[in-house]
C-alpha cells in the first residue's frame, strides 16, 4: 500500500518561504508526482510536478517564478520550495503520486497524502 506523507505547513507572514516535504512509502518512488493544493470553498488546484525520469517540471501559474519543486529519489521524497508567499497561497497542500496521464489535472493521480495547512498571514 503507497502512502505519502506531507510535512513543513505553518503559519507565515508574507514575503517569506516555506519548504514542504513529501515522503513516499510502501512503493518503490516511481511514476510522476505533483503538488496540489485547496482552499476553502475551492477546487483542487494544480501547483507543480516532476517527471520520475529526466526530472523535468512543470508549474500552474499561481507558482511560476516562486515555488520550486524537487525530488530526492534516493530518499523517496519530493519538495515544494515556496518563495515570496502571498495571503492568497493559504490553502491545504497535497502531495500526489501515480501519475497516468496529463500531470495537471487532479484525477490522474493513484496516490494522496493527507494534506499540510499553509497559512500566509500578517
Known amino acids: 500500500q503507497v502512502q505519502l506523507v506531507e510535512s513543513g505547513g505553518g503559519v507565515v507572514q508574507p514575503g517569506t518561504s516555506l519548504r514542504l516535504s513529501c515522503v513516499v512509502s510502501g512503493s518503490t518512488f516511481t511514476g510522476d508526482t505533483g503538488w496540489f493544493r485547496q482552499a476553502p470553498g475551492k477546487e483542487r488546484e494544480f501547483v507543480a510536478a516532476i517527471r520520475w525520469s529526466g526530472g523535468g517540471t512543470w508549474y500552474g501559474d499561481p507558482a511560476k517564478g516562486r515555488f520550486t519543486i524537487a525530488r530526492d529519489n534516493a530518499k523517496n521524497t519530493m519538495y515544494l520550495q515556496m518563495n515570496s508567499l502571498k495571503p492568497e497561497d493559504t490553502a491545504v497542500y497535497y502531495c500526489?503520486?501515480?501519475?497516468?496521464?496529463?500531470?495537471?489535472?487532479?484525477?490522474?493521480?493513484?496516490?494522496w497524502g493527507q494534506g499540510t495547512q499553509v497559512t500566509v498571514s500578517s
Open positions: 500526489a503520486a501515480g501519475c497516468v496521464g496529463t500531470m495537471s489535472s487532479a484525477r490522474e493521480y493513484q496516490n
